[in-house]
Every structure is written in structure tokens, then in C-alpha cells.
């Protein structure tokens, strides 16, 4: 029996391991591999790790978890999660594990527009978050690649980053590609633009299939419903990271550094619902 499983071995899942293991939890994380940034070389805007390849952060981030002797690392993805009157069940290949709490930390998938060569590009001159992106672009002109009304205010967002924001449907795009130090827009007017970088708004759809199982709740936006503490609306799962969206929020917070921190809120939770039975 298990304290806890944490499926999902990014930003979210890695730091709720940690934080078990320091509290000596018996505790399995269970990783697929598959992750939203995989084809990220440097991440930004998380203090101390400022452009480091997201790879490396989880490499340290398996290396600190190591530490931990009550802590389990293994590669391999869950099929099922059941909840019964005395716990959980969570399945892998034909192998069984009983656990008090699961933690939930497995992470959106994002869909592009259907724009060939913007795939190529995801993650590096392509990007959603200006946040994360737009200052590797900065004194140079960007493009918009989206018409809904978020691209106005998205454009603001670049202003005092970009030297222009030139806005254009996903419609109006042929093909993206790639030059010496950023893109080629190539329009279906025959007409062509050279950014620095590219925005794009992807759809993120929740890897639903373990969620669905539970009858986990949802958020308006397509989110696991949760507390401030990841706490979900079946009692012993929680829900941390990409996935995640509290009443409050507007929307799933999309980062490493909101990742870390659910991942660490929910492992207190976890902590404390064990203490109290
Ligand atoms: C292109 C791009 C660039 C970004 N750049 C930045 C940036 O610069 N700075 C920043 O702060 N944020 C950035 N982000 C956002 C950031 O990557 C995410 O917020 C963060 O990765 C979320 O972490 P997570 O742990 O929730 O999910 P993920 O990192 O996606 O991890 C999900 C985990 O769940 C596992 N999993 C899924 N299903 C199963 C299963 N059935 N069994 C076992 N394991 C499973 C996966 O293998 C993976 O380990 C970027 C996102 C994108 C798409």
C-alpha cells in the first residue's frame, strides 16, 4: 500500500515527489515520458533555472527526488485508476498498485493550427505564451498567428518587447518556414513576412481517459476542477499542474513555476489527510 501515486513525472509530478519523500511518504511516481514541452531547448521565467532546457530540469528534478529512499521512480503509463470503499487502484500493464491518494499530474495536449511547417517550429520561433517566449524576440518584429479577440490584447502584451506585431489569421498563413534566426510567413495572397517568432493558440485538451474514469469534475474550460490544495471532487485524488484549475482562476495556469507549486500544495494535502485518518 502505498501513501501515495503521482502520475505524471513533469514540473508538477517531480516536485510533489519531493515533497512526500521529505516527509518520508511511501510514494510511486509513475511517468509515460510524454511531456507538453518535450520539444522545448530552453524554458524561461522560473527563478534560478531562467533558459534552462526543460530536459535537464527534469533530469535534476529525478536526481533530487533519488534522494529520497520512500520515494519509487518508474517509467511506464498507467491504464485505469479505479476508486473503491477502502482506496485506490491503479493499473499498469497487467500490474496492480493499492494507494490511499493519487496525484494526478499527467498534463495537457496541445493541437496546432493546421498551418504546415508550424509543428517544425513549436516551442522554439513558434510559440502561445508571451510570457515564456516573447523576449527571445525582443527588438524584432513578431507575428499574431490568430484572429480572435485574444490576439488584440496578446499583441498589446508584445509592444514594449517586439520592434511590431503584425496580426494574421491561421487562414490566411500557407506555410511557415524556418530562416537563419527566425520564420518566413508565407500568405495565400503570394505575399511574405519574416518575423523573429510566431504566437499561435493552440487547443489543449486534457489527457482524459483516467479522469473521465473517476468522474473527476470539470471546470467550463475542459480543467480538473480543484481546490487551492489540488483536491478534487472524488475524495483521495488530486489534480496538480497543466491539468488543474481552481474556482479562482481564470483558467489552467500554464507554467513551470504554477506547476511546481500545485505539485507541492497537494503533497502537503496528501500529508495531512494521512495524519488525520
Ligand atoms: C511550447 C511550450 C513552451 C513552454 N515554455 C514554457 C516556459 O518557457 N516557461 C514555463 O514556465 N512554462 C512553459 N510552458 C508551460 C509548461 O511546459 C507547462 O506548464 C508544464 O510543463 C506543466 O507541467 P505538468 O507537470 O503539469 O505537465 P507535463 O510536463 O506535460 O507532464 C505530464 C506528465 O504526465 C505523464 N503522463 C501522462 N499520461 C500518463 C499516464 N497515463 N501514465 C503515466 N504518466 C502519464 C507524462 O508522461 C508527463 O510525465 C511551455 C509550454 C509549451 C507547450
Known amino acids: 500500500m502505498y501513501d501515495a501515486i503521482i502520475i505524471g513525472g513533469g514540473a508538477a509530478g517531480l516536485q510533489a515527489a519531493l515533497t512526500l519523500g521529505r516527509m518520508h511518504r511511501r510514494t510511486l511516481l ?6 507538453r514541452n518535450g520539444t522545448v531547448r530552453h524554458a524561461h521565467n522560473l527563478l534560478t533555472n531562467d533558459g534552462r532546457d526543460p530536459a535537464e530540469l527534469r533530469r535534476i528534478g529525478r536526481a533530487e527526488v533519488a534522494a529520497y529512499d520512500s520515494v519509487e521512480v518508474r517509467d511506464a503509463a498507467v491504464a485505469e485508476v479505479i476508486r473503491d470503499d477502502d482506496g485506490l487502484t491503479v493499473t499498469v500493464d497487467d500490474r496492480e498498485f493499492r494507494t490511499n491518494a ?4 499527467t498534463g495537457v495536449v496541445d493541437e496546432l493550427p493546421p498551418i504546415p511547417g508550424l509543428a517544425e517550429h513549436w516551442g522554439d520561433t513558434v510559440a502561445s505564451c508571451p510570457f515564456c517566449h516573447g523576449h527571445e524576440f525582443a527588438g524584432r518584429p513578431v507575428a499574431v498567428v490568430n484572429a480572435t479577440p485574444h490576439a488584440a490584447a496578446l499583441a498589446r502584451m508584445l509592444e514594449p518587447v517586439a520592434s511590431r506585431v503584425f496580426i494574421v489569421a491561421p487562414t490566411d498563413v ?5 530562416t537563419t534566426d527566425g520564420l518566413r510567413l508565407h500568405l495565400i495572397d503570394g505575399s511574405s513576412r519574416e518575423v523573429a517568432g510566431a504566437f499561435v493558440a493552440p487547443t489543449w485538451t486534457v489527457r482524459g ?22 483536491r478534487t471532487s472524488v475524495e ?8 488543474a484549475q481552481p474556482d479562482h482562476a481564470p483558467g489552467p495556469m500554464f507554467s513551470l513555476a504554477a506547476a511546481i507549486a500545485g505539485g507541492q500544495l497537494a503533497a502537503v494535502a496528501v500529508v495531512q489527510a494521512l495524519v488525520a485518518a
Open 30 to 35: 509513475l511517468d509515460s515520458g510524454s511531456y
Open 102 to 105: 493519487v496525484i494526478l499530474a
Open 174 to 178: 500557407r506555410e511557415v518556414t524556418g
Open 209 to 230: 481517459h483516467i479522469v473521465d474514469a473517476l468522474g473527476l469534475e470539470r471546470q467550463e474550460s475542459g480543467a480538473v476542477r480543484v481546490d487551492p490544495f489540488g
Open 236 to 243: 483521495g485524488v488530486y489534480a496538480v499542474g497543466d491539468l
